[in-house]
């Protein structure tokens, strides 16, 4: 297995279209054009990615961006060894040199000292110099750069420069409407469409409130979640207040809610 | 008559009477009466013991009532509480009469057989004695403190509102009730009966504080999330209450101004329990069950009443009333409620429940249609139809419209003119002539969750009345408010350890205007001034990038360290692994809040200068604006002053979002002084500000120059406990709260009650004329 098999997605996960983002984004991959998805937690934007690699066939390298990430994180750094020190390739020096999509996930929890590497790769020059080993390296042909950012919960430190900004296509996505939803609940979980329409209507009460004491409504993730536990026997109403409505909220006024919510939607 | 009397009495009856020996000829009236009520709840000694105790009473000086109502109250009394009840009612009697309250025996003795139904026991009565003697005592005039001399002014009027005061809060919660009223109107007799007699605002809202149940005011917060969350909708909750309308018992309704609701609900329980208020089942869900047991709480009637009102503000269209007559609008409401409802349920299966619960089920046979106007029972009963699929009715027209109805319902979400016309053939179908009669069944038939669908009717012509054309129309929008509306904040009463709820109302507006080139003239003449401090602040400023070595994970190899480890580890040492360096940017993160009294004694002349302490807190605060402004925290300004608690001021000058312009400079340079101090409600108005701030650090700066004072406090220390209150609270919240003080009085020991107030955290500036400088001196230091 060269390194590029590893880095490949070998079953097609499931991806549920909402309009014609599939068609959109291989025209930008056609034109190797970044691409920025937007959206709140747990709508999709990840299984979309993984979706696009397996389509395309291509490598897929995924970074989870901390604010403790440097750029050395991303690009490499020098490691001590016996007989001196080795450069070691970081994620995006790899995808760079391999021809993968590299995906930043969550792109705005690194610090813009660090977003600001990516800057070179993102327009006409595509390359990405390594100052510290003195290396300029060429992107490979099939690189192509994805970031992902929930403009949600950010405050006004954790938003992307103007700079950075301006190098990307972007995707915004929201959670899916209500018949949709309940079909992607209903088919990544196998249950019918009756149930998983009452949950997505519990989903669609939380978030409602957001903004009013919550900072984000129930994801489809924590939808499949709720599901996932029902089809594993447990009680629908026990499901949702375990997997819906207690990760999410602390504050006994809003957990009081939805338990309502949960209460009058399944009778 | 009193001879008509003797003609065919009973020797029984006689030899009572002369035990009684009491020659009134009212109570001749009625003994006969009384006596037979007497002879059967009591025993032989208590007889004995009630006639004597009425002959006391007779003899007592104060009229015939107090006997009159006793003979005819003990017995009844007596059963619920027991005989033996009577020694201790005696004496606290015997107590009353003693003081100058004689005129309260009459109300008590009124009073006494609803209460004892209430308290049922004589713990409780003992109870209930104890606290009304301590209240007889605290609020008796007396002076020079030995003769008490003037009766309680609020007592008799207590007496007339115990029974209904009881009925919804517990003993312990008349007591506190009491203890506030007391406490806070002993001197002052007019407010005192206004208290007692609940006519005062704060008389009730402190009885609501008592109540047990649900309260709205509670629950706020809970059911405007449920109507977004549930129902995607926003509005305000205005609550009304049920207590002081006995007469015309408001129910919910809604308009533009919000969704009226009641200030509490009990929770709907199996009636027989202790705290029953609930009314009676019927053939309602629950039967089964104990009682007492909660079967919708307090906080789900109060859901119920909002999926009914959110139910019409999405589906009713509001129709024509004027050709339908008054029943046929009745019958309409009815069945346009339920379809609404039904509509609600479609959507939220879960509410079934609760309406089920909450519905009333008139029994079939439960009205007389001889003798009583039958409409709204069998209205009702179709309703119950509707709602409940197992419903008890027989009636094969109560059957056939509530299938004709789920019919119409079936297909799509119906019209509310569809009801209407469901409605005429129902009322043309049942029609009876004695639906006309004036007494109408009204047993089980209010359901209390559904509003007054006001909404649902509109008219073409206003009413048939002639005189109806002068009428005004527009009777809203009278007054335009001005300002924002004022929030209330409660005031710390260090007498009793307690808050008194929504005492102080504070009214924020902008601060007027003034020319903003006085400040930069100001600014300039201590531009020696701000040299100087600009130094200070460039190394105040946050140093960005600082580099922490010795990392075992890092951004970037530390060439020294790393070739230190290197050498260890070729000599054959153990290498530091932490050869690795990282960057952190260290940033200030501080919110400020100053806070300015801007009360009247700010115009008095500062010692040894021409110029006023207002001037120099004007140039003061116009540095210190500046300096923070160059610092980049943010930094708000507000000033304050008061007369009264009606009436706290709290001008706004500089907001978090503001610049440091030329608008916020022409406010400063308007500052005016006047009224006093009460600072404890600015400083609750200005936190909950600084409070929504995301900032590591909070500060309230408080620039004053006296103590907290107010035209309508006596009390000194009140105000000054009440302001020592808000900086623990300030201090809960994570502010932290710092005092500037001005006195001018150069008085030793003046300025002790800045130290009671803000502990440790404040400075007096004694040399008022260095004010300008030690200002941003100050809060540099502060905040380094």
Redesign the interface.
Known sequence: MTAKDQYKVHKEPFFQQQSNEVALYEAAYAARLPVMIKGPTGCGKSRFVEYMAWKLNKPLITVACNEDM????LVG??V?E?N??RWLDGPLTTAARIGAICYLDEIVEARQDTTVVIHPLTDHRRTLPLD?KGELIEAHPDFQLVISYNPGYQ?LMKDLKQSTKQRFAAFEFDYPEAKLEAGIVARETDMSEELASKLV?IGA??R??KG??LDEGISTRLLVYAATLIKGGVEPRDACRMALVRPITDDA??R???D??I????? | MAEAHTEYEHPLMKGYREQLGCGFPQVADVFEDCMAEALSALSGEGIDAYLEYARFLCKMGRGVEPVLIFLEEWPSVATTLGESALPALKGFIHKMYKSPNGKAIVPFLQSLAAIARRLHSQEQMQDYMDLTLDFMARTTGSIHGIHATFASPGLPEFFQQTPFLLSQVSVAGLKNWVEYGIRNYHDHPDRQRDYFSLQSADSRAMMQRERSGTLLFDNERKLDMTLRGLWNVSDHFVPYSLKFDELRKPIPYYDKLGIRLPDVYDDFVVPGGPLSNSPPLGGREGNSLPAGEIIVSGLDRYRAVLAHIVGHKRWTAAIFADNMSPFQRMSAEFLEDSRVEYLAMRQYPGLRRIFLALHPVPAEDACDPAKESAVRHRLAMLSRAILDANHPYTNPDIIEFAQRFHAMMAQSESSTQEMADLAIAFGARTHRQSDQLPKIHFQDTEIDYRDDNRQMWKFIEEGDEEEAFDQNRKVELEEEIKGLPPRHYPEWDYNSQTYRPDWASVYEALHPQGNATDIDRLLEKHSALAKRLKRMLDLLKPQEKVRIRYQEEGSELDLDVALRSLIDFKSGATPDPRINMSHKTSGRDIAVMLLLDLSESLNEKAAGSEQTILDLSQEAVSLLAWAVDKLGDPFAIGGFHSNTRHDVRYLHIKGYSEQWNDEIKGRLAAMKAGYSTRMGAAMRHAAHYLEAQKADKKLMLILTDGQPADVDTKDERLLIEDARQAVKELDQKGIYAYCINLDNRLKPGADEYVSDIFGRQYTVIDNIQRLPERLPELFIALTK
């Open positions: 440097t750029a050395s994180d750094r020098y001590l016996a001196g020190t510290k405050s209507k009460t939380a409602n409130l009013h004491g006024d809003i009081d809610t939805l309502h919510a209460d009058a939607t399944f009778g």
